[in-house]
């Protein structure tokens, strides 16, 4: 599932080319509305929250999509072949004199009136990126279950919106506790540090092709991906496991020696993909 920074990155790149615009080309293939016909009306805004895209449209009308693990929105000048994947893939097509954005595998996708956002997005946490961030009241919602595990309800879009797996693991590392360490045992200084430096993690990454939260151009991040490469810190070997958060096992990497807290006994074998920012070059 996508980071915060990712989707407001996406939402940047659909507001750049559609906002302001009439659409010529509409096209949403879900059932259900599969008939609605959107040509002729303006496009007003591309606005995200939390993980969530919202798509503002004249007339009162919003797209709301969701790209989870697998969804994409790929924007092509016009005349421009399209290159995000198979056509039976397609499931959005919105165009103008000048660009059309395309929507692959997009997992959630509804019309909705923009008057009832609330019913797709009101069960959000504050957004780090957004107008509404509240880091208060994102701390009291990570509180309120003292005894679940930190990396599970950094991973609560309802308790705070925009981490993903990727800041849940190194947002652990930068606070010194496992994921597994309960929320109400974190130390008091280091919860209250917790919202200003999820914030801060991805205002500097928004704008970045390659994450980053080590500051350096070699080594990207702190451990998420990097099993079972040396800590950049203390050089004790990075594990990872895997970690529910109420839906599904995510893979999960802290540094036994730098973090405190409970953990896994048994861990996953080194995880050989190559996320987002993990290495290479900014």
Request: charged content about 25%.
């Amino acid at each position: 599932m996508p980071e915060g920074d990712t989707v407001w990155q996406a939402a940047r790149r659909l507001h750049n080319a559609l906002a302001g615009k009439v659409l010529i080309r509409s096209d949403l293939r879900v059932p259900k509305f599969a008939t609605a016909d959107l040509t002729g009306r303006t496009v007003l805004d591309v606005t995200p929250r939390g993980k969530h895209l919202l798509t503002r449209i004249e007339g009162g009308l919003t797209l709301h999509s969701h790209l989870r693990m697998d969804g994409s929105w790929r924007v092509y000048e016009h005349g421009r072949r399209w290159s995000g994947g198979p056509g039976h893939q397609i499931r959005a097509i919105l165009g103008n004199a000048e660009r059309t954005a395309v929507g692959y595998r997009l997992p959630v996708l509804e019309l909705l009136r923009t008057a009832d956002e609330e019913r797709a997005v009101g069960h959000l946490g504050p957004d780090l990126l957004g107008p509404d961030w509240n880091p208060d009241q994102a701390l009291a919602n990570l509180l309120r279950d003292p005894d679940r595990a930190l990396g599970e309800a950094l991973l609560d879009q309802r308790n705070l919106a925009g981490i993903g797996n990727i800041y849940k693991s190194e947002l652990c590392f930068l606070l010194g506790a496992t994921p597994w360490l309960p929320v109400g045992a974190l130390p008091a200084s280091r919860a209250a540090q917790l919202p200003a430096l999820a914030k801060k993690l991805l205002e500097a990454n928004r704008d970045r092709p390659s994450r980053s939260t080590t500051g350096h151009r070699e080594q990207l991040l702190f451990v998420y991906g990097r099993a079972p490469r040396p800590c950049l810190r203390c050089r004790t070997p990075i594990r990872v496991a895997n970690q529910g958060d109420g839906s599904r096992e995510r893979p999960t990497y802290w540094c036994p020696a730098c973090q405190l807290g409970p953990a896994p006994s048994r861990t996953s074998g080194p995880n050989r993909a190559t996320p987002r920012g993990a290495t290479g070059r900014r």
